[in-house]
Every structure is written in structure tokens, then in C-alpha cells.
Nanobody, 125 residues
Framework: QVQLVESGGGLVQPGGSLRLSCAAS????????IGWFRQAPGKEREGIACISSRAGYIYYADSVTGRFTASKDNDKSTVYLQMNSLKPEDTAVYYCATEYRVGPCSLSSGEYDYWGQGTQVTVSA
């Protein structure tokens, strides 16, 4: 059974930074793609970043390109999302998800099989 646990969320001022972690258990991440998603109140879940199993493909949504960076440490079975220049509109619950997939990753939530519980990110002065 694959389990994902996110951490690193919190309250940050506009312009600040946070780093989210997504730790996997029950599997190594070799062969597994990771997606990062977020959902703000009253809005649909949005795919914001994904990283393929060997980090050969990394994609970002336009809303976070240039500000967020996804990375992966297969040895630690952990994926990270470095978030810089945070804006109030980045406020949401952030989720990581994984699927066994070789090749390019996807920003579509329907592609993913296992999800973490989410971590709250609040950007406010």
C-alpha cells in the first residue's frame, strides 16, 4: 500500500517562501511520477506541478511557473515543492499524488492513484 504524507505548509506573508515535502512509504519512488495539486475554497482542484519518475520531465502550471520548483530525492522517497514569491492567491490546501508511470508526468488529477492528506498553505499579511 502506497502512502503519501505532506508537510511544510503554514502561514506566510506575501512574497515569502515555503517548501513542501511529500514522503512516500510502501514503495520507492523509482518508476512513480508525483503530481502536486492544490484546492482553494470554492474552487476546483488544480494541478500545479509534476515530476516524472526519474525527474526527466518536470511540468508546471502557468500560475506557478517561475516561482515554484519541484524536485525529487528517490533515495529518501521524498518529493519537494519549493514555493517562492508567494501570493495571496496561492492560499489553498496542497496535495501530492502518485502513479506508477514511465515517461512524461501529467497535471491531470484523474491520472493519479494515491493521494496524501493535504497541507494548508495560507499567504496573508
Amino acid at each position: 500500500q502506497v502512502q503519501l504524507v505532506e508537510s511544510g505548509g503554514g502561514l506566510v506573508q506575501p512574497g515569502g517562501s515555503l517548501r513542501l515535502s511529500c514522503a512516500a512509504s510502501g514503495t520507492t519512488l523509482d518508476g512513480w511520477a508525483i503530481g502536486w495539486f492544490r484546492q482553494a475554497p470554492g474552487k476546483e482542484r488544480e494541478g500545479i506541478a509534476c515530476i516524472s519518475s526519474r525527474a526527466g520531465y518536470i511540468y508546471y502550471a502557468d500560475s506557478v511557473t517561475g516561482r515554484f520548483t519541484a524536485s525529487k530525492d528517490n533515495d529518501k522517497s521524498t518529493v519537494y515543492l519549493q514555493m517562492n514569491s508567494l501570493k495571496p492567491e496561492d492560499t489553498a490546501v496542497y496535495y501530492c499524488a502518485t502513479e506508477y508511470r514511465v515517461g512524461p508526468c501529467s497535471l491531470s488529477s484523474g491520472e493519479y492513484d494515491y493521494w496524501g492528506q493535504g497541507t494548508q498553505v495560507t499567504v496573508s499579511a
